[in-house]
Nanobody
Framework: QVQLVESGGDLVQPGGSLRLSCAAS????????MTWVRQAPGKGLEWVST????????MYANSVKGRFTISRDNAKNTLYLQMNSLKTEDTALYYC?????????????RGQGTQVTVSS
C-alpha cells in the first residue's frame, strides 16, 4: 500500500530555513507527479508545490514562489521541499501527496505530516 512519511519539520525563527523530506513506498515513485500541501491552524488545506515525474517541471503557489524549492530523488524514492526565508505565515502542518495538486487536494494519498513552526 502507499506509504508517505514526512520529516524535517521544526521550530525556526523568521528568516530561517528548513528542508522537508518525504519517503515514499508502495508504488512506483518515478511514475507520479508529487505535491506538497499544508494546513495552518484553523484553516483549510493549501497547495504549496508540485513536481513532475522527472523533476524537470515545478510549480509553486504565489505565497512561496522564490522562497521554496521542490525536488525529488527517484533513485531514493524521496521528495524534498527546501524552505528559505521562512515567515510566520508559513507555520503549518506540511504533507506530501501522491499525484498532482487536484488529486491531493481532493483527498488523494498523503502522509501524516510534519509540523513547521516559524516564530521568534
Amino acid at each position: 500500500q502507499v506509504q508517505l512519511v514526512e520529516s524535517g519539520g521544526d521550530l525556526v525563527q523568521p528568516g530561517g530555513s528548513l528542508r522537508l523530506s518525504c519517503a515514499a513506498s508502495g508504488f512506483t515513485f518515478s511514475n507520479y507527479y508529487m505535491t506538497w500541501v499544508r494546513q495552518a491552524p484553523g484553516k483549510g488545506l493549501e497547495w504549496v508545490s508540485t513536481i513532475s515525474t522527472g523533476g524537470s517541471s515545478t510549480m509553486y503557489a504565489n505565497s512561496v514562489k522564490g522562497r521554496f524549492t521542490i525536488s525529488r530523488d527517484n533513485a531514493k524514492n524521496t521528495l524534498y521541499l527546501q524552505m528559505n526565508s521562512l515567515k510566520t505565515e508559513d507555520t503549518a502542518l506540511y504533507y506530501c501527496g501522491k499525484g498532482g495538486s487536484s488529486t491531493v487536494l481532493s483527498g488523494g494519498p498523503r502522509g501524516q505530516g510534519t509540523q513547521v513552526t516559524v516564530s521568534s
